[in-house]
């Protein structure tokens, strides 16, 4: 697989990464912990460098799996996992990025994924109680220290990324961005483009949507955070499926998957984009890896999106309360 570097930092990984949150969390009762690390592993044999976890992401269990899956691979990965939640009780609280909290969590996250150092560390939320210069601030701190080798920002606003970057680079904003989810492009990608930050986005596939795999009809188990998602609500899973149609009907043409254009136009807006998608599935995660290979040339972009732009689609990506901590 093709590597590339995130934005000016310096930092190279492979051109699509592994989102390994739903291994353990979100997405339904977590997966069998062995069949994850031979996932994890064989994500590595397909030239996968780049694992994305969170400690919050169990809370803590997902650490625990990434880093006993990569240990053997621990030069050849670049492992990034995020701060601010507060999750202390063993159970995902409010925000909290307090200065002297964040040493603290990062030397358990160390412990967890077997590192003496983390490659990329994200702010997980933006914490309005806390100015986001002392948060970059304590970070760099880190890294002068050795426990930390880039800084990263999440769902952050674009006004926040200067002032963080202004104290200490910024590797890379990790936000939402699909086909079904452009408002990264008002923004976000101007201020990354000049300011030489990467992009990884999350949910590249629609949070499963854009394979294809889900309809109105589907039925998501109890403890599936998509159950509180307005977007997939059963009434705009109906009216959103006219975005998959459009893509169903370009991949056919392409003889490519749905899931694969839609992660392939993700690789064709910038040469600094990376984006994670998750899975369970042996079968998925080839398929998403061979995404890396779809060549879609200007006029293939230029159609998907005279397509793309002619639906709309319906319902928030958020419920409100999430939807408050995003674009801070």
Not at 90 to 97: D, F, I, L, P, R
Not at 98 to 106: A, E, F, G, L, T
Request: charged share 25%.
């Amino acid at each position: 697989m093709q590597k590339r570097k995130l934005g000016n930092s310096g930092l190279e990984v492979s051109a699509l990464g592994l989102g390994c949150m739903s291994m353990s969390f979100g997405y339904g009762p977590a997966a069998d912990k062995q069949e994850m690390i031979s996932l994890i592993r064989k994500a590595v044999e397909l030239g996968i460098t780049f694992f994305d976890t969170a400690e919050v992401y169990g809370p803590f269990t997902n650490e625990e799996l990434v880093g006993e899956a990569l240990a053997p691979f621990r030069n050849q990965v670049v492992i990034a996992t995020k701060f601010g939640f507060d999750c202390d009780s063993g159970t995902q609280g409010g925000v909290n990025s307090d200065p002297s909290r964040i040493p603290r969590v990062v030397e358990a996250s160390l412990k967890r994924l077997k590192l003496e150092t983390i490659d990329l560390l994200y702010q997980h939320r933006v914490d309005p109680n806390v100015p986001i210069e002392e948060v970059a601030g304590t970070v760099k701190k880190l890294i002068q220290q050795g426990k930390v080798k880039h800084f990263g920002l999440s769902e952050a606003a674009a006004p926040t990324i200067r002032r963080a970057h202004a104290v200490q680079p910024v590797a890379a904003l990790q936000s939402e961005y699909s086909l079904w989810w452009r408002e990264p492009e008002s923004e976000a990608l101007p201020t990354l483009e000049e300011l030489g930050i990467g992009f990884v986005p999350f949910s590249p596939l629609g949070k499963g949507f854009l394979t294809g795999a889900i309809t109105e009809e589907t039925k998501f188990s109890s403890n599936d955070f998509r159950n509180n998602v307005p977007r997939f609500s059963e009434e705009n899973r109906k009216a959103n499926q006219a975005l998959v149609d459009v893509i169903g009907k370009f991949a056919a043409q392409k003889k490519v998957t749905p899931a694969q254009v839609s992660l392939a136009w993700l690789l064709a807006q910038k040469p600094w984009i990376v984006p994670i998608p998750g899975t369970t599935k042996p079968h998925r995660l080839q398929e998403n890896a061979a995404a890396s290979s779809v060549q879609l040339t200007p006029e293939d972009l230029r159609e998907l999106d005279r397509a793309a732009s002619k639906v709309t689609v319906h319902g928030a990506r958020y419920p409100e309360h999430l939807q408050k901590l995003v674009g801070r």
